[in-house]
Every structure is written in structure tokens, then in C-alpha cells.
Nanobody, 123 residues
Framework: QVQLMESGGGLVQAGGSLRVSCAAS????????MGWYRQAPGKQRDLVAT???????NYADSVKGRFTISRDNAKNTVYLQMNSLKPEDTAVYYC?????????????????WGQGTQVTVSS
């Protein structure tokens, strides 16, 4: 059983900063890619940022230069530092991780999701 626990969301004024974290726990053989998606009310879930196991990052155009994704492999944790926040960044932020596990067919990397954390940016 694997669990992703998010923390750090909240309410912030436009121009402010927040950092959200996501820690994986449970039966973890290893973790490959990790990242964040977000979903605003009435909208689809969109990719925010990803990071590979060796630290290669990718960002949505809307957050480039403002958000920074990082990870601590020793802690099985991924972070999202959000600066210069805008009201349009308001959403539920979900983390994901490709967590390795041994199956009867060999090593698999199914995707696990966090429960989501609310980020609200007021104007």
C-alpha cells in the first residue's frame, strides 16, 4: 500500500508565495517521475510541473519563471515552490508519483495520486 500525503496549501494574496509538499510512504521500491497537476472549479486537471528521478524538470508555460519543482529522494518527497502567485493559480493541487513495486510480471511503475490541497490566491 502506497500513500501520497500533501501539505502546505492555503490562502495567500496575489503576489505572495506558497510551498506545497507531497510525501510518499508505504511499500516503495523506488520512485521514478513525480509532479503536480491542478484543477480549478469547472475546469479539467492540468499539468503544472514534473521532475524526473535525476532532477530534470518541465513546466507549464503559465507557471514558468514563477514556480519551482524540486524533490528530496531520501525523503520520497516532491515540493512545489510557488512565487508571484496570481488569482488564476487558484485550484486544487494534486501531486503524483510513479512508484515502483514488484509484481508477478516484474517491476511496475503505477502512478499514485495525492488527495489534493487547496491553493487560493486572492486579488
Amino acid at each position: 500500500q502506497v500513500q501520497l500525503m500533501e501539505s502546505g496549501g492555503g490562502l495567500v494574496q496575489a503576489g505572495g508565495s506558497l510551498r506545497v509538499s507531497c510525501a510518499a510512504s508505504g511499500n516503495i521500491f523506488g520512485i521514478n517521475g513525480m509532479g503536480w497537476y491542478r484543477q480549478a472549479p469547472g475546469k479539467q486537471r492540468d499539468l503544472v510541473a514534473t521532475i524526473t528521478s535525476v532532477g530534470i524538470t518541465n513546466y507549464a508555460d503559465s507557471v514558468k519563471g514563477r514556480f519551482t519543482i524540486s524533490r528530496d529522494n531520501a525523503k520520497n518527497t516532491v515540493y512545489l515552490q510557488m512565487n508571484s502567485l496570481k488569482p488564476e493559480d487558484t485550484a486544487v493541487y494534486y501531486c503524483y508519483a510513479e512508484i515502483g513495486r514488484i509484481t508477478s510480471s516484474g517491476l511496475a511503475w503505477p502512478i499514485s495520486w495525492g488527495q489534493g490541497t487547496q491553493v487560493t490566491v486572492s486579488s
